[in-house]
């Protein structure tokens, strides 16, 4: 039943990716060109906030510590990456910041919101539990965007 039911999945998924849809084509450049104004109000912000530069490269990256849970299975590193990368955070934050009247948190949040807007501008979006490279952007591969889907079985 279960393989019956994967052969269902893969035969509808090769169907809609076969499915021509009129307009289509702008969606991928649309959504990098929305990645990068995101990238560039949260730098632009973080500047207005007086953070130094210094800062921001060293904490550029920690988001993607969420990462990590891709060494337990999928689809808690799905999870714990989606939760490093979604605008909810970073957005909650500041939010905290604001109320706590605190405003290097304000630069975290931008640091946070920049770093999502990086990786959105590469490719890289919200997962799906089934493989790494299964992204709301998209099938992404080790060679970029495309035909390297893995199987379902």
Known sequence: MIAAFSNDLQTEHAEIRQMPVAGTESVPMLLRAEAIVELTLA????????????????????????????????????RLYNAGHTY??????????????????????????A???????????????????????GWKSARGFGPSEPRLE
Not at 45 to 61: C, E, P, S
């Open 43 to 78: 730098v632009l912000a973080y500047r207005y906030f007086g953070g130094t530069w210094f800062m921001f490269a060293l904490l550029f990256l920690v988001p993607d510590v969420s990462m990590a849970g891709y060494l337990i299975n999928p689809r808690i590193g799905a």
């Open 88 to 113: 909810i955070a970073p957005a909650l934050l500041a939010l905290v910041g604001f109320m706590l009247s605190t405003p290097p948190m304000y630069s975290l949040a931008a640091i946070w919101a």
């Open 115 to 137: 770093h999502i807007g990086f990786d959105r501008f590469l490719g890289y979006g919200l997962k799906y539990p089934v493989a790494f490279g299964a992204t709301h952007l």
